[in-house]
């Protein structure tokens, strides 16, 4: 049996990942380039997160909506309707939050670099930024580093607000939780910890998706079908990579290991 295509494929794998760590650390040097345009950060800024930001609240307030209702099912077993909103946000700020809303905001903003930057490869106006003597990686990858990285851990704040105000309407309403005893159980079962680790969380994969679409655009060929298949493998793997991080990242902070400091 021939298994000469298992030996190419690992090593089209592993010089994929060389070329994108490669690109990774460049990246990260001309972030902290004094000289980059604060202009193109706050625009990346503003698309990453002014422009996510209705759904983000929207996904956040219906996640927490689900969890109001199902915990509500199951702490009514028990009579303690009351931890509604203190699991609603324990799972949110840990878990739900930096996954679900990285995932839309892949979808949303990440795809869109990778589309932008693919088509600016394939007219070829990557080409002469370089022949005019620009840097086209501190000039449009390091930007839209930057938004994603500072931009993610607010709105994963924001997706946990909007998921306890929902777990609370439905806790109040259908559970009839009293409201001091919702907010005493989340001052009692969170703390700041829960929310600073999924805020660690985002901007990892704020970091994460922006690197492989910035990437995935800068290597695209073959005209606008280059174009579709760099906005596909730029989702595809952000999500994938997103899931494995997220794996090792929870059991890293479980441990009593934080990602930063």
Request: hydrophobic share 50%.
């Amino acid at each position: 049996m021939n298994f000469t295509w298992v030996g190419e494929n690992i090593v089209r794998t592993l010089e994929a990942l060389g070329a994108y760590s490669l690109f990774c650390i460049q990246s990260i040097k001309l972030c902290f380039y004094p000289r980059m345009n604060l202009k193109l950060v706050l625009q990346q800024m503003e698309f990453v997160g002014n422009r996510s930001l209705g759904i983000i609240i929207l996904a956040g307030f219906m996640v927490g909506g689900i969890f109001g209702f199902q915990l509500g099912e199951i702490f009514g077993l028990f009579g303690a309707e009351s931890l509604i909103g203190a699991s609603t946000g324990f799972a949110l700020s840990r878990e739900l939050a930096p996954i679900v809303g990285s995932f839309l905001v892949t979808a949303r903003a990440g795809s869109a670099m990778s589309a932008e930057l693919a088509t600016m490869k394939v007219n070829e106006q990557i080409d002469a930024m370089k022949v005019m003597a620009v840097n086209p990686i501190s000039y449009l990858v390091a930007p839209r580093i930057t938004g994603a990285v500072l931009m993610m851990p607010l709105l994963s704040t924001i997706f946990v607000v909007s998921g306890v105000v929902a777990s609370f309407i439905i806790g109040s309403i259908f559970y009839k939780v009293d409201t001091a005893d919702f907010f005493s159980k989340i001052e009692w079962m969170m703390k700041s910890s829960d929310i600073w680790m999924g805020m660690q969380k985002s901007a990892l994969f704020g970091f994460v998706f922006s690197t492989i679409g910035c990437y995935q655009g800068f290597i695209t060929r073959g005209g606008a079908k280059g174009v579709g298949k760099a906005t596909t493998n730029a989702v595809v793997t952000s999500y994938v990579t997103i899931l494995i991080l997220d794996f090792f990242i929870t059991y890293m902070q479980f441990k009593g290991f934080n990602i930063f400091f």
